[in-house]
């Protein structure tokens, strides 16, 4: 979804001078794109043995539905001050309506589909029995090595997100999409290079429980977005009202959550695919 509107937008189709366009294509490719979500989680189920229906129900409902309670509280904050801004009921349950009636649906359909593609077989046979994992060094735990392998894509985006804040806060118009691309493509390859990395050296270490930490050493960098986004708050902005304060903790909550899954999956798939490669190449006798 990420790709394809940024493309629209560096080909000029997404004019910030057309008010509600951005977002309006992002809501769109959400729920058309939910075949195709529907389809890598099957595959990724599959690769895992972990062939559930339950996960593929969790990828058409747990991140919209949080994202749209999320949402329907901030609203609500809209609707008791009389703001112009206020989405009516009636536009909420046609979103709804499109989650239910569209994206969902096609989460399923996709997952039937990547049910029925081909089982990837790993290269090498695991052994039954899960080896113990030896005792690792203090700079390979979870609470240090997460956390610093977070600040490299949060550092990747740090300057063009002060702009993006300024757009959001400071009612500047926002033009530069084709920088915006690239800062994008840097921030994938960097959570690729760390994850790879990090998932290269747990490995070293024989520590093979590496598909969470790879997520989340890339993911942590939403929560440095959070972070950054209070520091933008005391001191450049001027907000006063409490309900103005929710308002903003409430929408940058929200875009903190979707660069924790954006970033944390960039990690994850190329964690993925280097440990296929690497183990691809083992010749068993």
Same mark, same amino acid.
């Given at each position: ?25 992002? !809501?769109?490719? *959400? ?48 609707? +008791? ?76 985006? *740090? ?7 300024? +757009? ?10 084709? *920088? !915006?691309? !690239? ?87 190329? +964690? ?14």
């Amino acid at each position: 979804m990420t790709v394809v509107t940024l493309i629209f937008a560096v080909l000029g189709f997404l004019s910030p001078a057309n008010r509600g366009g951005l977002l309006t294509a992002m !809501l769109l490719l *959400f729920y058309l794109l939910g075949g195709y979500g529907g389809y890598v989680a099957a595959g990724i189920c599959k690769s895992f043995k972990a062939q559930s229906w339950a996960t593929i129900f969790g990828v058409g409902l747990v991140f919209p539905g949080v994202m749209f309670a999320i949402y329907f509280c901030l609203n609500l904050v809209h609707w +008791s001050k009389n703001a112009t801004s206020a989405i009516p009921a009636s536009s909420l349950l046609v979103l709804c309506g499109m989650w239910f009636g569209i994206s969902l649906p096609l989460v399923l359909l996709g997952g039937v589909v990547g049910f029925k593609r081909p089982t990837w077989n790993p290269p090498c046979e695991v052994n039954a029995v899960p080896r113990q994992v030896p005792p690792q060094n203090w700079y390979f735990k979870s609470y240090f090595i997460v956390p610093a392998a977070g600040v490299l894509p949060f550092g990747a985006v *740090f300057i063009e997100l002060a702009f993006i804040l300024s +757009s959001l806060w400071q009612g500047r118009v926002y033009y530069v999409f084709g *920088f !915006l691309s !690239l800062v994008f493509v840097i921030a994938v390859v960097t959570c690729a290079e760390i994850s790879i990395v990090v998932t290269y050296f747990q490995l070293c270490y024989e520590d093979y429980h590496w598909w969470w930490r790879s997520f989340m050493c890339t993911g942590f960098s939403g929560v440095y977005v959070m972070l950054y986004a209070t520091f933008y708050y005391f001191h450049t902005l001027n907000i006063h009202q409490p309900s103005s304060t929710i308002l903003y903790f409430g929408y940058m909550g929200m875009i903190s959550l979707f660069f924790i899954i954006t970033t944390g999956t960039c990690g994850f798939l190329a +964690s993925f695919a280097f440990v296929k490669i690497i183990y691809s190449y083992i010749k068993v006798a």
